[in-house]
């Protein structure tokens, strides 16, 4: 197949998977499923792995609580982003205004499925078995320059056309992969998983602008 044909067949496809995507998402309400998420820092060459759950709720809550390491954990309540590591950081919670500007929103499924065409170029990479599920595998390349990060591959199961998996390459050159399972859709979600509470003896640092 001569080599522009080629490039246009793979622009039809991105658009095609894309649209099909940004359609099931827009009947998301809430969404649930565990996660397992790899960290690969070239710099210091380490990799660390990680499990939990993740949680939505559309328009403006998100939470990542993680069981391993237990107690970690990254909540958006609406207003205020809190992320509290005491793996690493035992006696410290950081909150941040949400600003929702481009490339600073926490929750990673929202950042790349609510209006993408006006953040990314979209590029279709192929096809991937992901968990023996079929999944179409999308490059999300950010418009705006200097950004948290260079770029995102995105696996979109061929069933539900939901994520299976993410991987963002980060500004630093960190690549961070988010894998997937056991998702469930528009079920209910307790108010409290979106409310982040300061235990007793953790100091609170504000980092919004």
């Known amino acids: 197949m001569p080599l522009l044909a080629s490039l246009v067949l793979q622009t039809q496809d991105a658009d095609a998977i894309l649209d099909r995507a940004v359609a099931a998402y827009r009947h998301v309400t809430t969404l649930r499923a565990d996660f397992t998420q790899t960290l690969r820092d070239p710099m210091i060459g380490t990799d660390a792995t990680s499990r939990g759950q993740l949680y939505q709720q559309r328009p ?20 205020y982003l809190w992320v509290y590591l005491p793996s690493s950081v035992p006696n410290q919670v950081v909150k941040s205004a949400v600003t929702g500007r481009p490339g600073e929103n926490p929750d990673v499924i929202a950042e790349f499925l609510d209006a993408p065409r006006e953040k990314f170029t979209v590029a279709f990479l192929g096809s991937e078995a992901i968990a023996g599920r079929s999944a179409d595998v999308l490059s999300f390349t950010p418009k705006r320059p200097n950004g948290p990060y260079r770029q995102v591959v995105v696996w979109l199961d061929a069933g539900d056309a939901l994520p299976r998996q993410i991987e963002i390459t980060e500004a630093s050159g960190a690549v961070r992969r988010i894998a997937l399972s056991r998702l469930r859709v528009n079920a209910s979600i307790a108010a409290s998983t979106f409310t982040f509470r300061v235990p007793a003896g953790v100091r609170v640092v504000d980092a919004s602008p």
């Open 60 to 79: 403006d809550r998100f939470a990542m609580r993680w069981s391993q390491p237990r107690g970690d954990a990254l909540v958006v309540d609406g207003r």
